[in-house]
């Protein structure tokens, strides 16, 4: 029987997929999940065909330069890929995927919890309770933003932010969206369309951020957008910490311009600027976005597909270089 193809996972993998994998490959494993300096990924690396990272390591060309020459794929565990240098990537030939698709449905379930989240407060209510802080019902006690009727903004409607409308539409709220470009009327649903985000903010009473983390969307957010939003707006970000100026939205929802936002995102996590903390109207997550038995199961099956198509001498399926 032929050698196994070696591959390196940087990260621990869910067992369903570290089976296949070890399965499937010689797999040199992190079983610890310990975060690996770009020198021991090059030495772990030596004799992979396959690299498996995850969206919070950064393969910079730093990274990728110091590779050895048997690398011919790096598959990263997510659907965004602002952490890789594709062209990096492209001038050592090494093939770079993602897994687009498959948590959409859980990004959008995660964005629907942070609005409504934000919306109802969820975490003074929880907090109150848990606490024994609740003395009974009262006709004020943690009234917050109604859904039902309002205008849910998305900036960035792929396929992620196409199930957030879908959502939102299922909870009575009026879809509106920017986008690089228009969608046919099929996938608008009747959605409203606003060529700038600008003019998206105006129209906003609820905004939900679901673009990639680019050089053009960098702190989209910031205080100048914000004051565009209508007074008392919430704003849900389930895509990357780099959209928001956190400056800007920790002065808004401290002054009331803002009523509330929903985080599961941040800059420079797992780092969260502490001031959040002190926030009662920010509704906070640890990046969950994904974190579903099947959707991480199938975020790495998407992964172990593209290595299988190399490893054959197939396009990978997911190819991004
Ligand atoms: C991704 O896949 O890009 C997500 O942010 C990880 O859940």
């Not at 310990?34 to 969206?55: L, N, Q």
Request: glycine share 8%; aromatic share 6%.
């Amino acid at each position: 029987m032929a050698d196994k193809l070696r591959a390196l996972a940087v990260r621990a993998l869910p067992a369903a997929v570290t089976e296949r994998l070890t399965r499937d490959y010689d797999a040199r494993l992190n079983p610890d999940d310990r975060t690996m300096s770009p020198e021991e990924i090059a030495t772990a690396a030596e004799g992979c065909f396959a690299v498996i990272c995850v969206a919070t390591d950064t393969f910079g060309r730093e990274v990728i330069d110091k590779l050895p020459d048997s690398v011919k794929i790096i598959a990263t565990f997510s659907v965004g890929y602002e952490h890789v240098d594709l062209t990096a990537a492209k001038k050592r030939g090494i093939v770079v995927t993602n897994t687009p698709d498959v948590l959409t449905d859980a990004t959008a379930d995660i964005a629907m919890l942070c609005l409504l989240g934000a919306a109802r407060r969820a975490w003074e209510a929880e907090t109150m309770l848990r606490q024994g802080r609740w003395t009974g019902w009262t006709t004020t006690q943690l009234v917050g933003v109604h859904v039902t009727g309002k205008r849910l903004g998305i900036f960035g409607m792929g396929r992620i932010g196409r199930a957030v409308a879908q959502r939102g539409r299922g909870f009575g709220m009026e879809i509106h969206y920017t986008n690089r470009s228009r969608l046919p009327a099929e996938l608008e649903h009747g959605a409203e369309f606003h060529d700038t985000p600008e003019e998206l903010l105006r129209h906003s009473d609820f905004l939900s951020i679901n673009a990639p983390s680019t050089a053009d969307t960098y702190h989209f957010l910031n205080a100048e957008r914000i004051a565009l939003l209508p007074d008392s707006a919430v704003v849900v970000n389930t895509a990357r910490g780099t959209l928001v100026d956190d400056e800007a939205l920790i002065a808004a929802l401290k002054s009331g311009k803002l009523a509330a936002a929903g985080l599961d995102v941040f800059e420079g996590e797992p780092k969260v600027d502490p001031r959040y903390f002190d926030l009662p109207n920010a509704f906070l997550l640890p990046h969950i976005g994904s974190a579903t038995v099947e959707t991480r199961n199938a975020m790495g099956f998407i992964c172990l597909d593209n290595l299988d198509a190399v490893a054959a001498g197939r396009p990978a399926p997911n190819a991004l270089t």
